[in-house]
């Protein structure tokens, strides 16, 4: 249980334009989304928080304007990087919450955004 | 916010050792997790505690839950090359299923053969 499905595995784009990542929960129903974000050498740092059908929760310092959360399905959420800068460069993870206790806890495969 | 110390920030050790690192925090956690990270990968859950004092094994992998909530260690025994790697801990609050979760800066194992 509490497969996870993370897309793209990587992305490299210009600098202005917005790149969308997709997280889907495959065998639950994620009733809450955490987004992270890891920079090079670094841990990972809660974004958001979403819960499905409600907007977003953003952490301080995370501009909501420019991370777009979609979290219209129980099985799947989005994150929209609207436009990109380099400093926006970092490996984006996903963590779908809901079901059993430990599907709180299982992270997609990531994303690696390089903005050029 | 809460901040988690982990330690050692690098162990450099030799296969068959056996490997030892901690998070201590500053406030109360209700859930403590043990993760493990490769290269451009997301992590993968290792063991979760939920109880203080709780003491869990997977394999050769064991960890406790502090009893002051505010801390606990992960213990590898007899390391093996696939061990290496990045280790996290991370901490759920009492906010439970609607709390993210806070990041240790991570343990990097490597092993010499």
């Known amino acids: 249980g509490a497969v996870v499905s993370q897309h793209p595995s990587w992305v490299i784009c210009k600098s202005g334009t917005s790149v969308k990542i997709e997280c889907r929960s495959l065998d639950f129903q994620a009733t809450t989304m955490f987004w992270y974000r890891q920079f090079p050498k670094q841990s990972l740092m809660l974004m958001a928080t979403?819960?499905?059908?409600?907007?977003?929760?953003?952490e301080q310092g995370v501009e909501k304007d420019k991370f777009l959360i979609n979290h219209a399905s129980l099985t799947l959420s989005t994150l929209t990087v609207t436009s990109a800068h380099p400093e926006d460069s970092s490996f984006y993870i996903c963590s779908p919450q809901g079901g059993a206790p430990n599907y709180g806890y299982t992270f997609g495969s990531g994303t690696r955004l390089t903005v050029v | 916010g809460q901040q988690l110390n982990q330690s050692p920030q690098s162990m450099f050790i030799q296969e068959g050792e056996d490997v030892s690192m901690n998070c201590t925090s500053s406030?109360?956690?209700?859930?403590w997790l043990w993760y493990k990270q490769d290269p451009g990968e997301g992590p993968v859950l290792l063991i979760a505690l939920y109880k203080a004092g709780e003491l869990t094994s997977n394999g050769r992998l064991t960890a406790q839950f502090g009893i002051t909530r505010k801390d606990s260690f992960l213990n590898i025994s007899a390391s093996i090359p696939s061990d290496v790697g990045i280790y996290f801990c991370a901490g759920q609050g009492q906010g439970g299923g609607a709390d993210g979760l806070t990041f240790g800066k991570g343990t990097h194992l490597i092993i010499q053969p």
């Open positions: 406030s109360i956690f209700n859930t």
């Open positions: 979403s819960n499905e059908g409600s907007k977003a929760t953003y």
